[in-house]
């Protein structure tokens, strides 16, 4: 399951990942239904559901702040929103990549996606930074 941030779970983003993604595309709000989701709750939120990677271009209140979990995955795209439309795309590049392909591989890590390199932790909360390939 693909979780989006409340900013990014439009039609215009949601829909072009349902298209290739073979499981459920929800908002963080259908987590819990007709109340305000606040940033600190989704680490309950995310417990709670099947293994979900939840996707946010709020990194400065995720990276480095959420605990790694082995319940979920979380994934902060660094996009300027002129280029919003693109991260369905940049979305699927990475989890093409063998080290997050699987929901298996995914779990229990919290990723960055910058323009020139994807950056993780995990329990020990030490990065790892991998290069996009080519």
Known sequence: MIVLDEEIHGPSIARP???????????????????????DAISTLLRAASHPTFITINGADFWRRISADLRYCVVCVELPATQML??????????????????????????????NRIEYYEADRHIHTLAWPD
């Open 17 to 39: 990942i349902a298209a290739w993604y073979v499981g459920r595309v929800v908002s963080v709000t259908a987590l819990r239904p007709k109340t305000l989701v606040k940033d």
């Open 86 to 115: 693109a991260l369905p795309d940049l979305l699927r590049r990475f989890l093409r990549l063998p080290e997050f392909k699987t929901k298996a591989a995914r779990m229990g890590k919290v990723v960055r996606l910058r323009p």
